[in-house]
């Protein structure tokens, strides 16, 4: 059946470092996917996303590539903030209407 | 601010109890769509509403759990003789469907923490 499988947390890193988290699916079908961020308090909020192979999502310095060939979606960011600690969450979401939330992984950045 | 809303935000009940939750979806979204998250775990779906029709549920959603959205509006989600493994939290998140397409991005409620005492 379709699932994903995400990195497993908690991650610890120091302002300015470079992050990458890992997301991979089982490769039935081309899902879309996204990635969804927690804030410490708040609801999931949508992060970015990528609909097709090759496609780059992008937001707030944060970057995933559809890669069909390894099915992953790994996120990345050259350089975290303080800001950027929460839990982020990897969601392919196949032609049906969930989507498969990882378990999620949670970035601690510190100064 | 008009994103999702959920109310109550927490519920402790006794076990055997009843409870009812409440989501109002972002005006004019055609889906909403219910989960439930377990501490360190993520969103797991339970079902959603295209406006008023409940098309899908999940295996999760026992004979206990009721959703209802009556006028494609808010929506409800009820749970009956309420079990300690119950205790969660409870996610809406709504979306607008484009017609013809398939990918919509869901917004989604702050959720409802419930515990079963």
């Known amino acids: 059946g379709n699932s994903v499988t995400q990195m497993e947390g908690p991650v610890t890193l120091s302002e300015e470092a470079f992050l990458t988290i890992n997301c991979t699916y089982t490769?039935?079908?081309?899902?879309?996917l996204f990635w969804y961020v927690q804030y410490p308090g708040e609801g999931l909020q949508l992060l970015l996303k990528?609909?097709?192979?090759?496609d780059k999502g992008s937001n707030k310095g944060f970057e995933a590539t559809y890669r069909k060939e390894t099915t992953s979606f790994h996120l990345e960011k050259g350089s975290v903030q303080v800001s950027d600690s929460a839990v982020y969450f990897c969601?392919?979401?196949?032609?049906?209407?969930?989507?498969?939330f990882g378990t999620g992984t949670s970035l601690t950045v510190i100064p | 601010d008009t994103g999702v809303s959920q109310d109550p935000r927490h519920k402790i009940t006794k076990r055997g109890q009843n409870v009812t939750f409440r989501c109002d979806p972002i005006?004019?979204?055609?889906?909403l769509y219910w989960y439930r998250q377990t501490l360190g775990q993520g969103p797991e779906f339970l079902t959603y509403?295209?406006?008023?029709?409940?098309?899908?549920k999940s295996r999760l959603l026992s004979d206990r759990f009721s959703a209802e959205r009556p006028k494609g509006s808010f929506s409800t989600l009820e749970i009956q003789r309420t079990e300690q493994g119950d205790s969660a939290m409870y996610l809406c998140?709504?979306?607008?469907?484009?017609?013809?397409?398939?990918?919509?991005?869901?917004?989604f409620g702050p959720g409802t923490r419930l515990t079963v005492l």
């Open positions: 490769a039935t079908g081309y899902p879309s």
């Open positions: 990528a609909t097709k192979a090759d």
């Open positions: 509403f295209q406006n008023e029709a409940q098309l899908e």
């Open positions: 005006s004019e979204h055609n889906r």
């Open positions: 969601a392919p979401k196949w032609n049906g209407n969930q989507f498969y």
């Open positions: 998140a709504s979306s607008l469907h484009p017609l013809g397409g398939s990918t919509d991005t869901q917004y």
